[in-house]
């Protein structure tokens, strides 16, 4: 069922460019589309620059490390602070476990940092149809290489 | 310490930004056409496809913005910006990393690399950067700028 449209996305990385680099994407479907970027949950949590403010989607670009329940961790102190929205996770690093938790800790696409910008486009264009969405190379990392890859 | 390199304002239009992240030089041609409306931006994932790639065979940069050489300085820096400088007609060249290296900056008029930022700075301290080099005075962003002269040698990354 297709999703109301994505407004206001609260990007978190450390890199102010990918924010840059994604409101380029994101504007292309969506031109009203305002981005937030803050440069780690820490901040997000705490600012009050974003107190009262709500966010359609999250998409989180910082390292959290590899155990998987940091992230999950994450996911759930956003959508306490910010309520209910859709959760991007873009990271270079892979976790197969996180791949199957994504419907129940609430991730709606988990998308490789190297991923061509194609593929950013499909991720956004899952999330506006409310979709989930994994990238080619977690895809074939999980479904092709299986345990071998798993850490 | 850097020194200025002497070099004669020029106009940046050619850019070739070489980072594994495909979302880099998108960003980079956002900031950079904000600026400079004839600026182009071209992509490459790593330096050995840059130098390797057919697309690239006879082209000529002003400008190589790298993301994904050695973090350190090291003979391999050294040869990798002689290489692209060597190819793509002596382009300027500003490293883009998230790595502090004080030896980069003391010798970055010998190596022949002309700004150096780091991977974290804001959107406007690339606009600062790109409007330096097309004035043709070297640059250093403020995050390495505080590193090398306030925390000195001291602090290597």
């Known amino acids: 069922m297709p999703s109301p449209l994505i407004n206001n ?4 990385d450390d890199m102010p460019t990918i924010a840059l680099g994604l409101q380029g994407i994101f504007c292309s479907f969506n031109e009203t589309v305002h981005i937030e970027h803050i440069e780690n949950i820490f901040t997000a949590l705490s600012s009050k620059s974003l107190d009262e403010k709500k966010f359609d989607l999250a998409v989180i670009g910082e390292q959290l490390g590899s155990p998987s329940d940091d992230l999950l961790r994450t996911v759930a102190e956003l959508q306490h602070r910010f309520g209910p929205m859709k959760i991007m996770v873009y990271s270079p690093n892979y976790d197969h476990s996180l791949l199957e938790k994504m419907e129940t800790s609430g991730i709606d696409a988990y998308v490789h940092k ?5 593929e950013i486009r499909k991720a956004f264009s899952c999330l506006l149809a409310g979709e989930p969405y994994i990238s080619p190379i977690y895809r074939t990392l999980y479904y092709e290489y299986g345990l071998m890859m798993r850490k | 310490m850097p020194s200025a390199t002497n070099q004669k304002p020029t106009s940046l239009d050619k850019i070739l930004v070489i980072d594994d992240l495909p979302l880099i030089p998108l960003a980079f041609q956002e900031v950079f056409r904000g600026i400079n409306q004839s600026a182009v931006v071209e992509y490459s994932e790593n ?5 390797s790639a057919r697309a690239y ?17 090291s003979e391999h820096l ?7 400088k060597k190819k793509f007609g002596s382009p300027l060249i500003m490293v883009y990393s998230s790595a502090y290296d ?8 010998a190596t022949g690399i002309d700004a150096y930022v ?17 004035k043709g005075s070297p640059y250093v962003s403020e995050i390495f700028h505080t590193l090398y002269y306030e925390y000195g040698q001291g602090v290597r990354k």
């Not at chain 1, 190297?114 to 194609?118: D, G, H, K, P, S």
């Not at chain 2, 940069?61 to 350190?72: A, H, Y």
């Not at chain 2, 780091?118 to 097309?134: D, M, N, P, Q």
């Open chain 1, 9 to 12: 996305i609260l990007v978190l």
């Open chain 2, 47 to 51: 330096i050995f496809s840059a130098l």
């Open chain 2, 78 to 84: 050294q040869q990798a910006v002689t290489e692209l």
């Open chain 2, 118 to 134: 780091h991977k974290y700075e804001s959107i406007e301290e690339i606009r600062k950067a790109y409007v330096r080099l097309g």
């Open chain 2, 57 to 73: 065979a006879s082209a000529t940069f002003d400008l190589i913005i790298t993301g994904s050489l050695q973090d350190n300085y």
């Open chain 2, 102 to 109: 004080p030896v980069i900056i003391e010798k970055m008029a």
């Open chain 1, 114 to 118: 190297y991923e061509a910008v194609a």
